[in-house]
């Protein structure tokens, strides 16, 4: 059965620094993809990035970095220059195989950006 | 704004009822997405449409339905209402149906059963 773990159910970073939200999943399909989403207070979800499990490169969009570490089973999300608007709900997921699978989600982390 | 809309906003009902939920995804998206959320059981993915044909199925109870219509729109029927059902209810588009697509979310329905 697919699982997330997301072990950090808060963080504080300073505004500017870097912050790693880790992610750990559990799967025995060779095949799937990695998803973080953000959810501000505000209630909106939004989707950060994506990392399939045979791609070679670590995904990145913009400050967002996904450090995929495939041998460990970790896809920790990477914020660099951290902002006050990064203070949210951030979410890791993992959908197994291609078309046709159900999408796990964690439990999520809190972030909280200090001035 | 993502583009992508819910209808409606709020929704309060009593249990036993049967509630639609419509979503209308960004222009050009032929894939829709219905999730929950709700603090009992976290973020749930419900369901997956890609050009009016479901393409996958996550944790959708027998009570729950939804289809897309040809013109992409998608409507989620949720029936026999309980209490548990209370939730945030999110649909999402995307251009195709793959993985690496990016999803933009719309901002929810919230669903309050009493």
């Known amino acids: 059965a697919q699982k997330i773990t997301q072990t950090q159910p808060g963080m504080f970073v300073q505004e500017k620094e870097a912050v790693t939200l880790d992610c750990t999943y559990d799967?025995?399909?060779?095949?799937?993809?990695l998803f973080w989403y953000k959810q501000p207070s505000s209630g909106e979800m939004i989707f950060l990035i994506y990392?399939?499990?045979?791609?070679?490169q670590n995904a990145t969009e913009g400050r967002y970095s996904l450090n995929f570490q495939k041998a460990r089973k970790s896809a920790n999300l990477v914020i660099s220059a951290s902002q006050l608007g990064d203070s949210a709900m951030y979410f890791c997921?993992?959908?197994?195989?291609?078309?046709?699978?159900?999408?796990?989600f964690g439990p999520g982390t809190r972030l909280s950006v200090l001035p | 704004d993502s583009g992508v809309t819910q209808t409606p906003k709020h929704l309060i009902t009593a249990t036993g009822q049967r509630v639609t939920l419509r979503c209308s995804p960004r222009s050009g998206d032929l894939s829709v997405y219905w999730y929950q959320q709700s603090l009992d059981q976290g973020l749930q993915f419900l369901i997956q449409?890609?050009?009016?044909?479901?393409?996958a199925k996550g944790n959708i109870l027998e009570r729950f339905s939804a289809q897309q219509f040809p013109d992409l729109h998608s409507e989620l029927n949720l029936s026999s209402l309980e209490l548990g059902d209370s939730a945030l209810y999110f649909c999402?588009?995307?251009?195709?149906?793959?993985?690496?697509?990016?999803?933009?979310f719309g901002p929810g329905t919230r669903l309050t059963v009493l």
């Open positions: 799967t025995s399909d060779p095949s799937y993809g």
């Open positions: 449409y890609y050009n009016g044909e479901e393409r």
């Open positions: 990392q399939g499990s045979y791609d070679q």
């Open positions: 999402a588009s995307s251009v195709g149906g793959g993985n690496g697509d990016t999803q933009y």
């Open positions: 997921a993992m959908r197994e195989g291609g078309y046709g699978q159900n999408f796990v």
